[in-house]
């Protein structure tokens, strides 16, 4: 089983927000996924504070890259964000 790290669509209409997944390869955008590891919100929490929130468990996302996950390419850029892809190098090093 291939397994990919990536987004899962949540929210209202026009008001997207995501969860980071770890999901078989072959699941669909909003099915089935093996665990939750954190959420990505695009537009902010209010129009007070426009900036992206990224709140991702590192732990888990260093786990499941460990185990031969492939993340998208906009989940590779948010682990960058969060801070798991420096961990899992770190830990590929070792």
């Known amino acids: 089983m291939a397994v990919k ?3 899962v669509r949540m ?3 026009k008001q997207p927000t995501y969860r980071v997944v770890a999901a078989d390869s072959r699941s669909p955008r909003n099915g089935r996924f ?3 590891l954190g959420t990505y919100e695009p537009r902010g929490i209010s129009k007070a504070e426009p ?3 990224v709140k991702i468990d590192n732990d888990k996302a260093v786990k499941w890259l460990s185990q031969g996950a492939q993340p998208t390419e906009r989940v590779a850029v948010l682990l960058k964000k969060s801070g798991a892809w420096d961990q899992f190098t ?3 090093a070792k």
Do not use: A, D, P
């Open 5 to 7: 790290l990536r987004l």
């Open 11 to 13: 929210g209202k209409k």
């Open 34 to 36: 093996l665990e939750i």
């Open 51 to 53: 900036e992206t929130v």
């Open 90 to 92: 770190e830990f590929k």
